[in-house]
């Protein structure tokens, strides 16, 4: 396993090489879900504005209503272009948020913006020819909201239907070209795929990937053939990309290592990658504590926790990880030294001071007053820090739980 302490410079690099290593197939694949992904997000951020907009046109018509009511000559048959506007507007979102029925509510909108452009340009073209004012001329200062909405709508809705189209059809062909490659692989001609089986009815059926279906169906022919050999061990791999929270697969590895005799060195450099892209997977750890224990080794664990911890000082996996470690091969040494450097950092850091806690209460570090008292010493004094921090107090309840009488004399808050 190569060196762990880095710089933090060269720690941020590994991890981009250690990205997910997927076939170049695969990764055009994610790209691809991911544009078609995005562009149903970006499509629904913008009608959800468009709507929003609906009620701008509501305001401005409202606005209108007033002016008119504030002008000589009141509100006249022309209030009617404004109410217009209104249900315009409804009937476009009901559209666009395809409520209720769409098609009616956009027949509705187109109908109405008919009728208020029509007026509009009746309107415009009597002012402009300066014939005699009638009854349902609208005020120079009227502009038709809802048929500006409703245009600007259509046109929207339009572009964003094709441009999900264009991406739906996209990824649909990526997973066509990706369909059936372990299927149709000759390596794997031999081994009798089984499907997945949800059952005659799913209360939710799942839509798997392609590619997740295609390995998952060779992996479960192989476990009923009980095959162990270098090929399933590469199998496992297209698996855990597929999947790496899949427990039966991380089991499986580990007795096709055993089987093959691998070398269990570089199966923990392969789990220190996966940890580091996959932090919060309790499958990679369980596996990761299996390896050291087959190893009957965990010399450089304390070490792999520390970097995966100065990722992610609350990260309760590598905390409990180092635990594990510490009791299990008894690697007590420096872990009180390692505490103070984290509750340096952040004096809030929960996790460091249950660390601190296990660690005292699974070695010789309490087994005293004088060591209990240097304890509730050690507390106080970060209590002083941040009086509102609720992670030194729990501590220092813990302290005092079961030896009140020994520390009654002492005021300690």
């Keep these: 396993m190569a060196a762990i302490k880095t710089s933090a410079g060269q720690r941020a690099e590994r991890i981009k090489q250690e990205a997910v290593k997927l076939s170049a197939e695969e990764a055009a694949n994610q790209k691809v879900l991911q544009h078609y992904a995005k562009t149903v997000y970006f499509n629904d951020l913008w009608v959800s504005f468009l709507s929003k907009m609906a009620g701008l046109v509501a305001l401005m018509s409202y606005m209108e209503v007033q002016r008119m009511r504030r002008s000589p000559r009141g509100i006249s048959f022309v209030v009617g272009f404004e109410a217009l506007s209104v249900l315009i507007g409804a009937s ?3 559209f666009i948020r395809r409520w209720f029925n769409p098609l009616l509510a956009f027949k509705v909108a187109f109908a109405f913006s008919l009728l208020q452009g029509f007026w509009y340009l009746a309107s415009y073209s009597s002012r402009f020819m300066e014939l005699p004012r009638q009854a349902g001329d609208l005020l120079a200062e009227q502009i038709p909201f809802g048929l500006i909405y409703f245009l600007v709508c259509w046109v929207s809705d339009r572009f964003m239907m094709r441009s999900q189209d264009i991406a739906k059809q996209t990824a ?3 997973r066509a070209v990706l369909k059936g490659k372990a299927a149709e692989d000759p390596a794997w001609a031999d081994v ?3 499907p997945q089986d949800d059952g005659p009815n799913p209360i939710v059926s799942i839509a798997y990937s392609a590619n997740f279906t295609d390995v998952m169906d060779c992996f479960r022919g192989v476990l009923k053939l009980n095959e162990c050999s270098e090929r399933t061990l590469a199998l496992t791999l297209d698996v855990i990309d597929a999947n790496p ?3 039966t697969v991380w089991y499986f590895r580990r007795r096709v290592l055993e089987a093959l005799g691998s070398d269990l060195r570089e199966e923990l450099q392969f789990t220190a990658d996966m940890a580091i892209q996959h932090p919060k997977n309790y499958q990679i750890w369980h596996h ?3 390896i050291c224990t087959m190893l009957h080794d965990a010399s450089e664990e304390k070490e792999f926790c520390a970097l995966a911890i100065d990722g992610d000082s609350k990260n309760y996996h590598a905390w409990a990880h180092r635990q594990w470690v510490v009791k299990t091969f008894g690697l007590w040494d ?11 950092e952040d004096v809030r850091n929960n996790s460091a001071w249950n660390h601190r806690w296990f660690v005292l209460n699974n070695s010789s570090g309490l087994a005293t007053t004088a060591d209990r008292q240097r304890e509730i010493d050690y507390a106080l004094d970060k209590i002083s ?3 509102h921090n609720e992670s030194p107090w729990n501590y220092l309840r813990g302290l005092v739980r079961g030896h009140e009488a020994a520390f009654a004399a002492q005021r300690l808050c």
């Design 92 to 94: 476009t979102v009901l």
């Design 172 to 174: 649909e062909d990526m």
């Design 192 to 194: 009798v795929k089984v």
């Design 245 to 247: 929270a899949n427990y």
């Design 288 to 290: 990761r504590r299996e």
């Design 334 to 344: 420096g872990e009180l030294q390692f505490v103070d450097k984290m509750l340096l």
């Design 385 to 387: 820090i941040a009086v």
